[in-house]
């Protein structure tokens, strides 16, 4: 794991330590507040974050998200736990060895942009390696590549305000990358944006992922965002973690209303994948249609996929397509529904992932049926 948090708790008083009493003995936010006039912005949270994941933590305004993403590079001191980073924990380094990992492991995104309104783009850009001291340069041609690889090469002089609010955003973004940072941490950097800046935007981080596989924290209230970003989603209520998993564990098995009422609004059918849905084939997948005709899946000793035998044939393949993995469950319905038997999944290598059934995909439509409860954790 690339990131690991234990027992993580933040309260915001002189003395702490009457309130993380209350905590650990289980007591909610509500409680401390109620008894201590104490403000909990972290009740309790304990996560692993692997390398190259995108990592989403959402709730609502008050739930803590955006207190954990400043406690993970300690913009503010925690108040108990651990957080470590490739097994060293963060909370107990000076400061001094704190700035050398953060100028050389971290960059932040923020929701406000925050850019200097005296300095054109590529100087904003350039900022962050003024601070951690990178010759001028060095850092000039850092940011500069940084400012083309999210398409505003040619606006490099232009200020601030001469720039849209996308464009801004894709400056703060460009500053953050110029670093070339092995984390990044978004704090609802899409969020003041117009919707379909917002989708724009989204659409640059996923192709930049592709490209560099950055371990990825971002903060969102969003659960579209959340589902269209996320390799997994941590949930948060009231200071502590409702539910850890994919965006279809989530969705497939909510761990509880609150985290069932976050995601009531979201298409399951462009948020699943085929991948989602596939599963070994069973006897019942072998009869197929149901009009007598057999079928059975061939794959070889690596375990790729090479067809379909129908009926008693031993080797005669039946012309049947197998599925990629990553296509959304919208585009499967009029396939599936055309299929004499289970369709095949296979990833990008053609390695089978499993079969997907008409039962299935129509049971992928009730969100209080199907398998694979995320990873639950309650306070």
């Not at 300095?119 to 900022?127: D, G, H, I, Q, Y």
């Not at 409702?242 to 969705?251: D, F, H, N, V, Y």
């Not at 976050?262 to 991948?275: K, Q």
Request: charged share 25%; aromatic share 6%; hydrophobic share 45%.
């Amino acid at each position: 794991m690339r990131l690991t948090v234990r027992g993580l708790r933040k309260v915001f008083a002189d003395d702490p330590r009457p309130a993380l009493e209350m905590l650990r003995r289980g007591a909610t936010k509500a409680e401390v507040l109620r008894t201590l006039n104490v403000n909990v912005g972290v009740a309790e949270a304990s996560f692993d974050i692997r390398a190259g994941e995108i990592f989403v933590i959402m709730g609502l305004s008050g739930s803590g998200k955006s207190t954990i993403v400043r406690l993970l590079n300690r913009l503010i001191e925690p108040s108990e736990g651990e957080i470590r980073l490739d097994g060293r924990d963060l909370t107990r380094l000076s400061y001094g060895e704190l700035v050398e990992v953060l100028r050389r492991d971290m960059s932040m995104v923020f929701q406000s942009f925050a850019l200097l309104p005296n300095r054109t783009a590529l100087e904003n850009a350039v900022f962050g390696l003024e601070v951690a001291g990178v010759a001028g340069g060095q850092r000039r041609k850092a940011a500069m590549a940084a400012l083309e690889r999210v398409g505003l090469g040619a606006y490099a002089d232009r200020y601030p305000d001469e720039l849209s609010g996308g464009m801004q955003q894709r400056v703060g973004l460009a500053r953050a990358l110029a670093k070339n940072p092995t984390i990044m941490l978004m704090d609802e950097a899409f969020s003041a944006l117009d919707p379909l800046i917002r989708t724009d935007m989204q659409d640059e981080l996923l192709r930049l992922q592709r490209e560099d596989s950055r371990t990825i924290v971002f903060i969102s209230h969003d659960a579209e965002e959340a589902m269209r970003l996320a390799d997994r989603i941590a949930v948060m209520e009231d200071g502590r973690i409702a539910q850890i998993g994919t965006p279809a564990e989530i969705l497939r098995a909510p761990a509880d209303d609150y985290v069932r009422a976050f995601f009531r609004g979201v298409d399951s059918t462009r948020v699943l994948r085929a991948r989602d849905l596939a599963r070994p084939p069973t006897p019942a997948d072998a009869m197929g249609d149901g009009e007598g005709t057999r079928f059975r899946y061939r794959t070889d000793a690596a375990g790729h996929f090479r067809g379909v035998l129908a009926g008693d044939c031993s080797s005669a393949l039946f012309g049947l397509e197998p599925v990629a993995a990553d296509t959304p469950l919208h585009a499967l319905f009029g396939r599936v529904a055309a299929a004499p038997c289970p369709l095949p999944v296979v990833e990008a290598d053609g390695r089978f992932v499993g079969v997907i059934s008409r039962a299935a995909l129509l049971a992928a439509l009730d969100r209080g049926e199907g398998a694979g409860r995320g990873e639950v954790r309650h306070g």
